[in-house]
């Protein structure tokens, strides 16, 4: 039964189908036919995918990885370029539903990690980069990681996220580090736009590496941004019904920490 197309050409799974792409860069789109529960995907350096999600929801049952480490639900790896387009990703069973060391775009799409009571990370970076558009949502279960920047010298390049999105991010945010910090820390956040139900989870010896490499400009937040972490120029308050701290223009200036008024 077909499940996924490559143009005119149709095949029985996901998996099947991303074997198809070629590794020469060639930007190749795989459409979903319908909803699927199937096996996760491990994506190859030189492909260049467009996975559009057609509106459906995709399920991994069957996760994937590294030898002994077959928890994901999708494996991108280094050298790959992914877009996630158009629908929902989740899984029953995955423990992080996307592992990503690629060039990654998500445009329009629910990430949920809320079916698999395993799932600790709706998406861990470690390489590349992660820009989240359009109206896409991330949703963590109840004390788990909504995505992490990793920084590792195992990957010295470094991953860069960036949120601009109307969507909803909930879970935590966590900078992390894997193994020994690489010479230069190149990893980084950027958020532009976005709902922000998070806490802030970074560890003990990236704090000074966060307030450099942490830009936020826009959103609005549950918990409160560290003023390290604003752009220039930028305060927080409290929205006039108390929900969310949003970002304004910075008023005053007292020991290197803005205020967004006098009082």
Do not use: H, R
């Not at 999708?74 to 990703?89: D, E, H, P, Y």
């Not at 445009?107 to 989240?132: E, I, R």
């Not at 942490?214 to 604003?230: A, M």
């Amino acid at each position: 039964k077909a499940v996924v197309k490559i143009g005119e050409t149709t095949y029985a799974s996901l998996p099947e189908a991303i074997e198809a792409v070629p590794t020469d860069g060639t930007e190749t789109t795989v459409v979903l036919l319908e909803d699927i529960v199937g096996q996760g995907i491990v994506t190859k350096a030189g492909q260049n995918v467009v996975i559009d999600f057609n509106g459906f929801t995709y399920n991994v049952d069957k996760t994937v990885g590294s030898a002994g480490t077959e928890t994901n639900g999708f494996q991108l790896l280094k050298g790959s370029k992914v877009t996630l387009k158009n629908g929902t990703l989740t899984s029953n069973t995955a423990k992080i539903l996307i592992q990503n060391y690629s060039e990654l775009t998500v445009l329009d799409m629910n990430l949920d990690g809320t079916k698999s009571s395993a799932c600790n990370y709706v998406v861990s970076n470690n390489n590349g980069s992660l820009d989240v558009l359009g109206d896409t949502s991330i949703t963590a279960a109840p004390g788990k990681v909504a995505f992490d920047v990793c920084v590792t010298s195992n990957y010295p390049d470094g991953v860069v996220v960036t949120i601009d999105t109307t969507g909803t991010v909930t879970g935590a945010i966590e900078y992390d580090l894997w193994g020994t910090k690489p010479a230069v820390n190149k990893t980084g956040l950027i958020i532009k736009n976005g709902t922000f139900d998070i806490t802030w989870a970074v560890e003990d010896a990236l704090t000074e590496e966060a307030k450099e490499n942490f830009v936020v400009s826009g959103g609005k937040f549950t918990t409160d941004v560290p003023n390290e972490y604003l752009a220039e120029g930028l305060a927080t308050t409290l929205n006039t019904s108390s929900t969310y701290f949003e970002l304004v223009p910075a008023v005053a200036m007292v020991d290197g920490i803005t205020y967004a008024s006098f009082a």
